[in-house]
């Protein structure tokens, strides 16, 4: 179970903090990203990070200010986003992989998104 948290509404140029809450076994074993899914866009990948391997893969629109982190003690991914624009208005998922040997989707489990708006 992915759980995230974190969404809300921010002018543009200000920044957010994105939380996903996952089991242990999902945390500890699999690959983990985030996606993204603006009004009438298909969804879109943001970032992902395999723990083990300790590979980081972003998305060419977020580079440079969004940031990937994790919590080990509250199984806990987090997405920091700096700079935010207006065009980062959209839902935002946490998914995790078994097989994360890629990051590259597909992914296996998804959460249920948290809404971010960035206001002009």
């Known amino acids: 179970q992915l759980v995230e948290s974190g969404g809300g509404l921010v002018q543009a140029g200000g920044s957010l903090r994105l939380s996903c809450a996952a089991s242990?076994?999902?945390?500890?074993?699999?690959?983990m990203g985030w996606f993204r899914q603006a009004p009438g866009k298909e969804r879109e990948f943001v970032v992902a990070s395999n723990w083990i391997g300790g590979s980081t893969l972003y998305g060419d629109s977020v580079k440079g200010r969004f940031t990937i982190s994790r919590d080990i003690a509250k199984s806990t991914v987090y997405l920091q986003m700096n700079s935010l624009k207006p065009e980062d208005t959209a839902v935002y998922y946490c998914?995790?992989?078994?097989?994360?040997?890629?990051?590259?989707?597909?992914?296996?489990?998804w959460g249920h998104g948290t809404q971010v708006t960035v206001s002009s």
């Open positions: 998914a995790a992989k078994v097989d994360n040997r890629r990051l590259s989707p597909p992914y296996d489990y």
């Open positions: 242990e076994r999902t945390f500890s074993r699999y690959a």
